[in-house]
């Protein structure tokens, strides 16, 4: 298969934001790919190649970010518990200390 024209990354993110800017004025996704692209002078599947992509990774990095958030609430959980187990502790052992000092009798 023939490689076709290599586009820059700069390109493909004015289309996608054309793309997202059009949708608005078109009944259906497929008619605005249709439209955008023939504005662009490209093939549609080209664009709606990039528009998976970039739904992809805005997918996956929104999984990662929830993922995040996930762990970031557990680990705060658990530090609030092992702080709240410190003060006990850390009361405990001035009860005990108080009670074994020879000084106090």
Sequence with gaps: MARGIRYTRE???KALRLLGESRA????ETKALASV????GMAPETLRRWRNRADRTV???SARDAQ???ELKRLRAEVAELRK???I???ASAFFAARLDPTRR
Excluded: R
């Design 37 to 40: 692209s023939q504005s662009l």
């Design 11 to 13: 390109s493909q993110e």
């Design 59 to 61: 997918t996956a990095q």
């Design 25 to 28: 004025n078109h009944s259906s």
């Design 68 to 70: 995040a958030a996930a």
């Design 85 to 87: 187990a410190n003060e």
């Design 89 to 91: 502790l850390t009361t």
